[in-house]
């Protein structure tokens, strides 16, 4: 029993020294590819970073009409009507969700109060 320890330990410490390795290679050729092509690594100087992203006035009117339209869209959709009822996290209000029938009829049917039995098979 205590061979077959000793060899799972040390086939845990190669397995685990294997790991550690390929680890080093792969970090160490990481950084020689780095330091191989520094300019890749530069970021965008911001006037130039400015200049791509500026764009013409009709196009920022556009997503300004856009920007207007969807938010009125999800005014819309949040407005409640009084013909639709208020909607709660669960269902509709004055309707009580499917966890809380099930957890009634469960509880009644534990207590001998529904009219089916345990053994019958519910539809």
Do not use: H
């Not at 190669?14 to 520094?38: D, E, K, Y």
């Amino acid at each position: 029993m205590s061979e077959d320890l000793a060899e799972a330990a040390l086939l845990i410490l190669m397995g685990m020294a294997v790991v550690f390795c390929a680890l080093v290679i792969l970090m160490s050729a990481i950084m020689i590819i780095n330091r191989m092509t520094p300019d890749r690594g530069k970021k965008a100087e911001g006037p130039v970073l400015l200049e791509a992203t500026e764009s013409e006035d009709s196009d920022r009117g556009r997503i300004a009409a856009l920007a207007v339209a969807v938010a009125k869209a999800m005014e819309r959709e949040q407005e409640v009507t009084p013909e639709q009822g208020m909607v709660s996290a669960v269902g509709w209000a004055g309707e009580p969700s499917r966890w809380v029938v099930s957890g009634r009829e469960q509880a009644m049917r534990s207590r001998g109060k529904a009219g089916r039995q345990w053994g019958r098979r519910s539809d």
